[in-house]
């Protein structure tokens, strides 16, 4: 029945068209599996399965209060490396104003000392950089704005970076693509921009869409091609069948 009424769709549609059987998938726009690269235990959980969220927004934290004040001492070196500059480079151009008066090895120990300031800012900056990133990487964060429709970590486990696991998984709200399989042969004239009218199991109702996206090569198991069309507010996982309405190519 299905196929008859998407048939006389099609004749209606166009008569120079060619009708071609597909079969799809609903995935997410954008999906992600979240794991640490640290290893320390639990100590915070943000979120829970069907917590929507934004980019950037913390999920997970591992205990940090060592990486903290590690990162606190390593500002703080900043800092005093800074005011030793400031007063190395006043000394420095004081002592410039008069170079032609004083004893020149009594200058190049100026300048020695305002050239070693400047590196210990190089060297400050470096290691304050190095602790953020430690301390980065006890955090997960949203990827971007989404969704979490898995999650299996609690507060108190301990996880390894040694051994990666996905302890979160993320997709996109509400935008997701039709992932179509049709038949290889009709390679030539299937193109991004044909229609698609399509048909969600256990669904009457027929929705419409476009090839937004072709994939670049055939499944030599089962002689399919891939193709995606943008839709919004599926399930993901759920399958349907459909007719890509493909111009004929003279």
């Given amino acids: 029945m299905k196929r008859m009424i998407f048939s006389l769709m099609v004749l209606v549609a166009s008569l120079s068209a060619t009708e071609i059987y597909t079969t799809f998938n609903i995935a997410a726009q954008k999906s992600a599996n979240l794991a640490f690269y640290s290893s320390g235990i639990v100590s915070k959980v943000y ?6 969220v934004k980019k950037g927004q913390k999920l997970i934290e591992l205990q940090n209060d060592d990486l903290k004040a590690m990162l606190k001492i390593a500002n703080a070196s900043l800092k005093n490396a800074e005011v ?8 420095y151009d004081r002592q410039l104003l008069i170079k032609d008066l004083i004893d020149e090895g009594k200058f190049d120990q100026y300048q020695l000392v305002y050239e070693k300031s400047k590196v210990a800012v190089l060297q400050a900056e470096a290691n304050l950089a190095y602790q ?3 301390l980065d990487r006890t955090v997960i964060r949203a990827p971007f704005s989404g969704v979490i429709f898995e999650k299996s970590v609690e507060v108190g486990d301990v996880v390894s970076g040694m051994m990666l696991r996905t302890i979160l998984k993320i997709q996109s709200k509400t935008k997701r693509k039709l992932i179509l399989e049709f038949d290889q042969k009709y390679w030539r004239i299937v193109k991004v921009g044909d229609k698609v009218n399509y048909t969600l199991n256990g669904d009457k109702k027929v929705y419409s869409g476009k090839i937004s996206k072709l994939y670049p090569h055939a499944n030599s198991t089962n002689r399919k091609m891939k193709a ?3 839709a919004t507010n599926f ?9 890509i309405i493909a111009a004929d190519k003279k």
């Fill in 47 to 52: 979120v829970d399965v069907s917590s929507r």
């Fill in 84 to 91: 030793s500059l400031k007063y190395a480079k006043k000394d």
């Fill in 132 to 134: 953020q990133s430690l």
């Fill in 228 to 230: 995606e069309v943008k």
């Fill in 235 to 243: 399930i993901v996982g759920l399958f349907g069948e459909g007719y």
